[in-house]
């Protein structure tokens, strides 16, 4: 690969990272003014509310950017930063096309995962960096809630892993089935209810609760710092929709897929997205507890269950 190949892959990669999140913000913003009753956002602009995305990047540029004197500032200052930047490092590696990709490296799987985790990192460090009780609340709920469903996760990913043969996502794509709409669906459940709570999304917002903690790990945020942790959130939802699009759903595979491959991925992606955009406005918040019992013992022994259904399948298709 040239150096004009890599710079290009890297704008495309950079492009499609400021673009697809802003994408989901607005789509969140009309799905919940047309669900909810909310006139607001259907006005700005005139057509649809179109001009609402670029009144609300004003409105944060706009705002000052404060520093809690008690904050310590350095970790304050870069927690934003490395939240955002572990899902543009993730976005890098998840595959759109047979041939179209950031980075093709042997286990992509493993890297999204891994640095897609260092997300929840950056809320660790604003809840404790803000010397404010609230922000150091959520930030140990966020712990709590990561420890609890990173390892669903992970699971209901090794099955997809297993079922491939590979911890390549390309290759875990090209090895995709019919078949595994069925014979995956409980993982593609686990992994759909845990990378919402990973991405702290309702109904599994306790960390940001703002009837408990104003909002929690954020509170003390103003400007484009709490920008880049909204713009964080829906990167996440972009990277965990495209990723379950390429395990579960066959990711390009379609009609027509060596000339529209890409399109098929991304509107595979959509449709998780709009589903993750759609518990928001229909579930109500759960409890720590019940957010707790969920993850142990549902989510646990379901993705434990797959990977035994994939063990067994997979010894028998070898026969």
Known sequence: MTVTEVVLRCLIVLVGFLVLPLLIGQTEHKLMAHMQGRLGPMYAGGFHGWAQLVADGVKFVQKEDVVPSAADKPVFRFAPALALASYLMALAVVPLGPVTWGANVPGSLVWVLA???IGTLGTLMAGWSSGNKYSLLGGLRAAAQ???YELPLILSCASFAMAAGSLSLVAIGHAWTPWWLIWQLPGALVFLVAATAELQRPPFD???ADSELVFGPY???TGLR???????EYAGIVVMSLLL???WLGGWTGPFDHQIGVLWTLLKGFGIALVILWMRMSWPRLREDQLQRIAWLWLVPLALLQIAITAAGVVLMSR
């Not at 709490?226 to 964080?232: E, I, N, S, V, W």
């Open 245 to 247: 699009a390429v395990l």
């Open 206 to 208: 306790m960390p940001v």
């Open 219 to 221: 509170t003390e945020y």
């Open 115 to 117: 640095v897609g985790g």
């Open 146 to 148: 990561l420890i609890s």
């Open 226 to 232: 709490f920008a880049f942790f909204l713009l964080a």
